[in-house]
């Protein structure tokens, strides 16, 4: 640091912009800043000049122009003549419905494995290696392309469930019939319906609207016992019973909606060629949701095991000291200790599965890498466009969910004094 003699504030000389340390940081960020800004500005210069060669221009018109395509799985209303912006839609509610079904299962996979990769049986311990040392170390396509053979060629027609000897027979209680094309689940039904909200052409029953408000009171109301059994635990050193209590405000509501409404399981029934009163997943979903789930599941058990490594065994031993059993000891102790390890790299594997999804296109699976990545782009001929939106998209869905993971992160972390 430049010293001046005697002088405790010196006047300002722009040598000091790259002699004075305090200075000297804001000088660097600006010149980064600037350099690239200018780079930005030449890249898209360059790109702008080059489509004007090729006689386009960047434009997002495309996306209110009639569509023309078909959609097979599909969460909202859609038909070929919606425009190409509702096809995106509907693409990016498809991966998004894949992405949280993945993570759910391969969270719970992982989980599972990852604590038995640690048992003391030998051949469990093993055989769990075993999955995830052959998962993790083939690349995802492959096994998509695997998963997808196998319910091609393995799987019945669904004119196998028919006749009074039929070649197949339904599974798990008579509700599902997985078949070569798609797998027939049961469906909610309700004897007394209430109606939907109507939203354009999209609409949400008042029943669910009904659950969501009396799970959102429960959990609010949950919240407020907990303080309350805390408040009472300081003062008396004594906490109240209350998981009964909990239970109750969540179980109660919803079973009366239950019944007020009649909602029941609708089971898939064989109809001609084709299953119907159900509903009938297409393969392509399937396949993809398994794929995903098991390899991302393997790395996701490693993540676990070290995240278990990292606990003391002291904790153990004093749990066990005790008389706590080994199993609550796992999820009462360790489990939440090893969440700190565990969630940094987990945000990573939810990620890694959300961008994952786009292999899609290898079975079919019409999510946002097939709509505006595929049919959209090639009817349009808008590359530059439809690759912009898709990048924005999945970045914007990567930051929801790394934001989302370092708020739960930032709660089960280590709060210092």
Same mark, same amino acid.
């Given at each position: 640091m430049v010293s001046y003699p005697g002088v405790d504030n010196p006047p300002f000389r722009l040598s000091m912009l790259i002699y004075d340390r305090r200075y000297r940081s804001l000088t660097v960020q600006v010149v980064v800043f600037i350099a690239v800004m200018l780079a930005?500005?030449?890249?898209?210069?360059?790109?702008?000049?080059?489509?004007?060669v090729l006689g386009k221009t960047l434009s997002f018109d495309f996306l209110f122009r009639?569509?023309?395509?078909?959609?097979?799985?599909?969460?909202?209303?859609?038909?070929?003549?919606?425009?190409?912006?509702? #096809? $995106? &839609?509907? *693409?990016?509610?498809?991966?998004? =419905?894949?992405s949280v079904l993945?993570?759910?299962? #391969? $969270? &719970?996979? *992982?989980?599972?494995?990852?604590? =038995?990769?640690?048992s003391s049986n030998w051949l469990i311990a093993r055989l769990m290696t075993i999955y995830v040392e052959v998962f993790r170390n083939i690349p995802l396509l492959l096994w998509i392309l695997v998963v997808l053979a196998i319910f091609t060629e393995v799987l019945p027609p669904p004119n196998a469930y028919r006749g009074d000897n039929p070649a197949?027979?339904?599974?798990?209680?008579?509700?599902?019939?997985?078949?070569?094309?798609?797998?027939?689940?049961?469906?909610?039904?309700?004897?007394?319906?209430?109606?939907t909200l109507a939203l354009g052409r999209e609409g949400i029953s008042w029943a669910f609207i009904a659950f969501v408000v009396v799970i959102a009171a429960a959990w609010i109301g949950h919240r407020v016992l907990r303080n309350w059994a805390q408040r009472i635990q300081d003062a008396t050193g004594r906490r109240p019973t209350t998981w009964w209590i909990t239970l109750a405000m969540?179980?109660?509501?919803?079973?009366?909606?239950?019944?007020?409404?009649?909602?029941?399981?609708?089971?898939?029934?064989?109809?001609?060629?084709?299953?119907?009163e159900g509903i009938n997943l297409d393969n392509a979903l399937v396949v993809l949701w398994l794929a995903l789930t098991l390899y991302t599941g393997a790395f996701i058990a490693e993540i676990v095991r070290a995240g278990i490594l990292a606990v003391s065994r002291g904790q153990s031993e004093a749990a066990f000291a005790l008389g706590m059993r080994p199993r609550r000891t796992m999820s009462l102790v360790?489990?939440?200790?090893?969440l700190r390890v565990i969630i940094p790299p987990l945000i990573s594997q939810y990620l890694n599965l959300t961008k994952n999804s786009s292999l899609a296109i290898a079975v079919g699976y019409m999510d946002l890498r097939g709509t505006l990545g595929g049919t959209t782009l090639n009817q349009t001929g808008r590359e530059m466009e439809c690759m912009v939106l898709m990048?924005?998209?999945?970045?914007?869905?990567s930051l929801l969910i790394s934001g989302g993971m370092n708020v739960f992160n930032s709660r089960v972390k280590l709060k210092e004094r």
């Open positions: 930005a500005s030449w890249l898209i210069n360059n790109v702008l000049m080059n489509l004007s009639r569509a023309g395509y078909d959609i097979p799985q599909q969460l909202i209303p859609y038909n070929s003549d919606d425009t190409h912006l509702r #096809a $995106t &839609v509907v *693409g990016l509610l498809n991966t998004l =419905l894949v993945g993570c759910v299962s #391969a $969270t &719970v996979l *992982g989980v599972i494995v990852g604590v =038995l990769r640690l197949a027979s339904m599974i798990l209680f008579d509700l599902v019939a997985p078949t070569n094309r798609y797998t027939a689940i049961p469906s909610l039904g309700m004897t007394n319906p209430p109606g969540y179980a109660l509501p919803v079973l009366f909606l239950t019944w007020h409404f009649g909602l029941h399981l609708v089971p898939p029934v064989l109809r001609g060629f084709n299953f119907a360790v489990l939440p200790q090893a990048m924005g998209i999945y970045l914007l869905l």
